[in-house]
């Protein structure tokens, strides 16, 4: 198969790094080749945060660049209009509809766009989900990551079992149950 | 023989490991500060974090005269800082195998500048290898202590950040043994002082001539042929961008090691090419190279010297295509990293602004109050330059003093902030440094130091008594603050200020991401008392918005400090 590049977009702290080690391990058990990109560091504090994930045969290089992506996940709205332009044409949008306000907009030095999802439903193929809610329900709005990754799972065409058996073995034995709950809870989002 | 997702800077770690090396020191430096963590978790390996990069590289090469095989780990400017004992190292040349690795930040994820870290291996006159992903950092890693040994030297891997952090798959090996070699006293060897220099001078320059030879024929530099039209030369991560760019309409000389440049090699390989580009990010080292043996190539005539390189980008400059994307036609609010709630730095800046006051910045979490609305930070350098900076600025004009200040971590004063105190005292400036001491290495994601009392595997330490040492080299003035209390922490930096001798303010408050810190409930706006008046709104909290003309605050993100409480003058913000 050619690569499939999948972007992780979000806010530092919402979980994205931990997303992209469940997708990278998720897809090595199907057999791909991947890579997985981050960054660490100053943008980690509460700036912008992207991960790629791409997989397939063989992968070379590291990153996505406009144009190139098949999906991104983004956890938060505006993340999502952010990164529009690195969608590939007949790409996927999966979007968390939780907007977090940037600095700028705290200040009053400028305004959140008030529509962010019908400007994205325009451009692109959108699938937008209250994940914080999900999370909360399935035990903790920290779940919001793995919530995405279920609806992302289904929309790859994954089985469920691959990723739960990846959920074990990534995160922390006293959280094991709240992700699966979570992981579930997106793999059902329809 | 197994394969596992790993992070470039993990299969550096895991190539140290099965090399058996011994001894890793280094200072954390985005993008190479896992590269120890991941050393540390190696029970067989003795791993540190050093005050500075001088000092780990110093430290790894003692282990490797004593017989070890050792390694130090930095980032790009760190070698700056470790470059006086590497370029010495050079001459002494190794007994264990002594590797050396730093990471460039092309782009400029989180660094001060772009430096392009190569010019150090010429200048230095060691060999430089350089990975294209985390299984060629294991290879080249393990790689690099054979050769180290086999020319007698160190040698230097060279990451960038996209290298350095990002994942793929890597195959592990167990781990070889290594015993120590013998140490033998040999002052021609270890001694450098002109008479033993002199003919080291000469053993260093046949070194080079060696490994030229070395690098014309070894598996390290690849070439592959497919369509010869295009010719790429390239090394490291520019290898992928321009494998998946160009796939098999290119043919490939790829470079695994950047010093020294084989010219045979890339002679023969551009007689059979029609069209040569060189490949590379930052400056044109290869290029350069290869124009010096007199080849026709293309490279930053048509490349940029600035930033990270991608597919996309020599696609679009070799093969003319570009990939249509859509945008959003909105306007789209920047979201730069903030200081985070409950961060204890924000209290200081808050109270530097209140007291206008130009601030010598340092190099952490803290340049980050540089940014609206607290904009509190004049100048950045690099590490230690706040306070000799200050110092020079007070000395420029002896008014400055009484309303500039220095700012400097607690990992960063240690690094290199003590001689700039030390110059302060010495020679009497009425300066006023601030240290800002969180109890962590916060930028680099919470590494122990000198000042914390524990070690890099958790375990106790020596913890520096910072207001002894003050008191050691001569500043008489010392005042702990807590930066969560507003107007303690603004008289004492007032006082300092209109004070006529050298003061040292310690501002002291763990980092709210820290584990063991306990925080209090969240606060609450009471929406009655709040008169909408946005005072809470001038620190840059990142759990305080503004919704409906009232402050409203996140449940998730408060942390409970009570710094916007001391802002409000009507008593709206409580428990």
Not at chain 1, 120 to 129: I, M
Not at chain 1, 143 to 149: E, K, S, T, W
Not at chain 2, 125 to 154: I, Q, R, V, W
Not at chain 2, 340 to 360: D, M
Request: contains cysteine; hydrophobic residues 40%; glycine residues 8%.
């Amino acid at each position: 198969m050619n690569t499939y590049s999948v972007m992780i977009v979000g806010v530092g702290g919402q979980g994205t790094l931990l997303a992209s080690r469940l997708l990278g391990n998720a897809v090595i058990s199907e057999g791909y080749d991947v890579k997985v990109s981050e960054v660490h560091g100053m943008s980690q504090r509460g700036g912008s945060v992207i991960t790629y994930v791409r997989f397939g045969e063989k992968v070379y290089s590291p990153i996505i660049e406009k144009g190139e992506a098949d999906l991104i996940l983004a956890f938060e709205l505006l993340e999502a209009a952010r990164y529009l332009p690195y969608l590939k044409k007949g790409g996927k949008i999966i979007v968390n509809t939780q907007k977090i306000d940037p600095m700028p907009v705290v200040t009053g030095n400028t305004v959140y766009p008030d529509s962010v999802r019908e400007e994205l439903q325009k451009k692109a193929d959108v699938t937008a989900l209250d994940a914080l809610s999900l999370a909360v329900e399935a035990g903790s709005p920290k779940a919001v990551n793995v919530v995405l990754m279920g609806v992302a799972a289904k929309h790859m065409n994954f089985k469920a079992d691959i990723w739960k058996k990846v959920i074990e073995e990534t995160v922390p034995p006293k959280f094991k149950e709240l992700n699966l709950k979570a992981f579930e809870m997106g793999y059902a989002f329809n | 023989m197994s394969e596992k997702l790993l992070l470039g800077n993990e299969a550096v770690a895991r190539g140290l490991y099965e090399a058996g090396c011994h001894v890793v020191s280094s200072y954390p430096g985005t993008p190479s500060t896992e590269i120890t963590e991941f050393a540390a978790t190696y029970d067989e390996i003795y791993s540190e974090w050093a005050p500075n990069e001088k000092v780990a590289c110093e430290v790894a090469m003692g282990a490797s005269i004593a017989g070890a095989r050792a390694f130090c780990g930095m980032k790009h400017v760190g070698l700056n800082v470790a470059a006086d004992p590497l370029f010495t190292a050079s001459y002494t040349g190794v007994n264990g195998g002594m590797v050396l690795a730093v990471a460039d930040d092309p782009g400029m994820h989180s660094s001060q500048n772009e430096q392009d870290s190569r010019h150090y291996a010429e200048a230095a006159k060691l060999m430089m290898l350089e990975p294209s992903d985390s299984d060629e950092c294991l290879k080249y890693t393990k790689l690099a202590f054979e050769l180290s040994e086999k020319f007698g030297a160190p040698v230097i891997l060279r990451l960038t950040t996209r290298v350095a952090h990002s994942r793929s798959l890597t195959e592990l090996s167990e781990r070889a043994e290594m015993k120590l070699k013998e140490y033998t006293k040999n002052p021609p060897k270890y001694v450098m002082m002109p008479a033993y220099s002199i003919p080291k001078h000469i053993e260093v320059e046949n070194r080079i001539i060696s490994q030229t030879k070395f690098c014309e024929t070894d598996s390290i530099n690849t070439v592959e042929y497919y369509d010869k039209k295009i010719g790429v030369i390239t090394a490291g991560n520019c290898y992928n961008y321009a494998k998946e760019a160009l796939g098999e309409k290119a043919s490939y000389l790829k470079l695994g090691c950047v010093y020294p440049l084989p010219e045979k090699l890339i002679a023969d390989f551009a007689a059979e090419c029609d069209t040569l580009y060189v490949i590379e990010e930052l400056d044109p080292f290869i290029e350069n190279h290869c124009k010096k043996i007199g080849l026709n190539v293309h490279g930053k005539n048509v490349f940029t010297l600035q930033g990270e390189y991608s597919q996309s980008l020599i696609a679009k400059v070799i093969l003319g295509e570009e990939k249509e994307f859509n945008k959003a036609d909105i306007s789209i609010p920047g979201r730069p990293p903030v200081l985070c709630a409950g961060c204890p730095h924000r209290g200081l800046f808050y109270a530097l602004k209140q007291e206008k006051a130009t601030v010598c910045g340092d190099i952490g979490c803290y340049t980050l109050g540089a940014l609206k609305p607290l904009e509190s930070i004049d100048t950045v350098i690099c590490m230690g330059a706040s306070i000799s900076s200050l110092h020079g600025r007070n000395k420029a004009n002896p008014e400055n003093a009484k309303n500039s200040v220095a700012v400097i971590g607690d990992s960063t004063f240690i690094h290199s902030g003590i001689t700039g105190l030390i110059d302060i005292a010495y020679n009497n400036s009425a300066s006023t440094v601030i240290i800002l001491d969180n109890s962590i290495t916060g930028m680099t994601g919470h590494q122990e130091n000198p000042t914390t009392g524990k070690n890099i595997k958790g375990d106790p330490a020596t913890a520096v008594d910072i207001v002894a040492l003050a008191h050691a080299i001569g500043i008489k003035r010392v005042t702990v603050v807590d930066p969560y209390n507003l107007k303690e922490t603004r008289d004492a930096i007032h006082t300092e200020l209109q004070t006529d001798e050298p003061s040292l303010i310690i501002s002291r408050r763990p980092c709210a991401l820290l584990k063991y810190v306990k925080h209090n409930p969240p606060l609450k706006v009471n929406e009655e008392k709040c008169r909408g008046c946005k005072m809470c709104m001038k620190i840059g909290c990142p759990a305080i918005s503004f919704k409906d003309g009232k402050s409203v605050i996140d449940f998730t993100q408060c942390v409970g400090c009570g710094v916007c409480t001391q802002l409000c003058a009507f008593g709206a913000i409580g428990d």
